[in-house]
């Protein structure tokens, strides 16, 4: 497996188990309030730092234990690593536009905030999805 695979795979289950937290998080202390007046700026805050820090450290790691592989990137990884984030990044402008249109009626800013940060786990769990295909089962450019 390449290093790139393998950052692929790190940063898609990240993205899964740092959003399955900050869900965990946010629905456990709605209790009977609104889930809209649940404090969510910080749960989301800590879950993007620990995902971030939880990847670097990943990198660091697999880095250590496969030498020979760290840093490696053949012109197949580099197409796969294009592919991915290009199918990945449709997810960025749904969220965006879905966050300007809710901002447009005025909901509340739980909800734009939600939804742009589906938005970004999305579009990170789609594009890793992509690549790893890709990896898997063969990549043909276009």
């Known amino acids: 497996m390449s290093s ?7 940063m898609g289950v ?9 869900l965990i998080i946010v629905l456990g202390q709605a209790g009977n309030m609104p889930l809209a007046e649940v404090p969510y700026a910080a749960p989301l805050l800590w879950t993007v730092g620990a995902s971030i820090a939880a990847s670097i450290v990943l990198h660091i790691v697999t880095g250590i234990a496969s030498p020979k592989d760290a840093g490696k990137k053949d012109q197949r990884d580099k197409e796969i690593y294009r592919f991915g984030e290009y199918i990945g990044q449709s997810f960025v402008v749904i969220g ?17 905030a939600n939804v742009i940060y589906l938005a970004f786990v999305l579009s990170a769990i789609l594009g890793s999805v992509a690549k790893i295909v890709a990896y898997r089962r063969g990549f043909q450019p276009w």
Not at 14 to 22: I, M, N, R, T
């Open 4 to 10: 790139e695979e393998k950052s692929a795979w790190i």
């Open 14 to 22: 990240l993205a899964v188990g740092s959003y399955a937290a900050y």
């Open 96 to 112: 965006g536009v879905s966050a300007l249109v809710m901002a447009m009626v005025e909901l509340d800013y739980f909800w734009i």
